[in-house]
């Protein structure tokens, strides 16, 4: 890389002064790993974003790196085993944001898809991510047993269940560090920036701070997500937009593990501990704008129920509900017999020349499907280079034996006063930056307390936001930096 990803610096003038090989429009997961593997190949790179890394879908996913188990009924074998491959590289460079999760699967009587049929999927699963991945083979269990573990399922026609794994991650948190990379990698990167309209010069953009100007490039991805099509006017493909929403409900004592349920309607959907909380979700809703994208009581009601069957133990009612989020997808528009049947592949439109487009895939494989982006602009720009994001730590990733690292690291917070929770979040959130934020603490002992009593989150956390990561709002810090929003409610 070419310079230390942090401080992430905004840098609105070297947008406006520069010519671009290629502007990328949109900040979330997708725009964020274009940018940086562009940048990487040898391409000059603007990167904008009209709010905040992160702060549209790429804040608004279930927060894993998964292989997409669900799929599988639908005979989308080539996505999952895309997937699955990605969950491996992803580990392998940011070992301190990709962290194993091992999901329960519970198998009851009256499910369309018995223990056999789940048994072979299971198989599959494990095969199909090759060697080297960073989570368990599945395991079954009897009745039995899931019921000492998990008192709160329902005992009622439980015929035993499956033990998998995947992975986790903070999808904002992650989102900038990627954006983080393309800065590293020579990208000029602003976000309160947004983009009015492209053409064949560029695009013509605003800035939080009233300046229009014009931001020449070559080529251009536009990587605005459901937003994507206003920048195309007539030119726009059609496309498909997908709601999804989940809820944030109490922590469940002593559950290290998620679910893969299964509510009345077939859908399946995740109960997954997050930051001392439990995501639920997701619901499917097709939306016709992206401001649709807000909860309803509706579906509010809809996941409740769904846990209630499976879980009654919980006792979970509407008043537990501690927030609730809501993001969209932007998929092709092939027919299916449902949402859940509509399919996520990845594809690559081209609506204008010099315009290249981003439609389908998920948050998993972002970063090859960018890469495949990338190939199309650079084989437009004529030049020869392939993408190394494969292979490149994402800062923050430490080097050498990383389970050492961390125990040395997580020794040092809790020797500064750091609680044991939030010292283990603020390690697996910040890697070897951890350090920076140690040497605050030295100096200011009151930078190691929370910053809210319910939320493992630093003070000093706040601070370095602010000082390096371009948090510009208080939006920006609570909902993103640390998503106290969804935490604390």
Known sequence: MSRPPFPFTRDVAGLRDGRFDLLVVGGGIYG???????????????????TDWGAGTSQSSSKLIHGGLRYLEHYEFRLVRHALHERKVLHRIAPHLVRPLDFILPVFNDQRVGPFMLSCGLTLYDLMGLGGQPVRRHRYFRPRRLRHAYP??????????????????????????????????????????????????????????????????????????????????????PTRLVKGMHLVMPGVPGLRNAFLLTADDGRVFF???????????????????????????????YLLAAVARAMPGLGWRRE????????????????????????????????????????????????????????AVASALGVDATSRTDETLLPGTPEGDFNRWRGSTLARLIAAGVDAEAAHTCA????????????????????????????????VERVWSQSHEMARSEDDL????????????
Request: aromatic share 6%; hydrophobic share 45%.
């Open 32 to 50: 964020a790993w274009a940018a940086f593997d562009a940048a990487q190949r040898g391409l000059s790179v603007a990167l904008i974003e009209k």
């Open 152 to 237: 709160y399922l329902d005992a009622r026609g439980l015929v035993g269940g499956f033990r998998y794994g995947d992975c986790q991650e903070d999808d904002a948190r992650m989102t900038l560090v990627v954006a983080a990379a393309a800065h590293a990698a020579g990208a000029v990167c602003a976000n309160g920036v947004e983009a009015l309209s492209l053409d064949a010069q560029g695009a013509e953009v605003r800035s939080d701070e009233g300046e229009t100007f014009r931001i020449r490039a070559q080529m251009l991805i536009n990587a605005a997500g459901p937003w994507a099509m206003r920048l195309l006017g007539e030119d726009a493909p």
């Open 271 to 301: 109960v997954i501990p997050w930051y001392g909380r439990t995501l639920v979700g997701t619901t499917e809703q097709t939306i016709t704008r992206a401001e649709d994208a807000l909860p309803t009581e509706a579906e509010t009601d």
């Open 320 to 375: 537990d509900v501690i927030s609730r989020f809501a993001g969209t997808r932007t998929l092709g528009v092939a027919p299916a017999t449902s949402l859940a049947a509509v399919s996520r592949e990845f594809q690559i439109l081209r609506p204008r020349d010099n315009v290249f487009m981003p439609v389908g895939g998920k948050y998993t494989t972002a970063r090859c499907d960018a890469a495949e982006v990338v190939d």
């Open 428 to 459: 697996m959130r910040h890697g070897c930056y951890t350090d920076a934020l140690l040497d605050l603490i030295e100096d200011d002992r009151s930078l190691g307390q929370r910053v809210h009593p319910a939320a493992p989150f630093l003070r």
């Open 478 to 489: 609570s909902r993103r930096r640390m998503p106290l929003q969804l935490v604390v409610g």
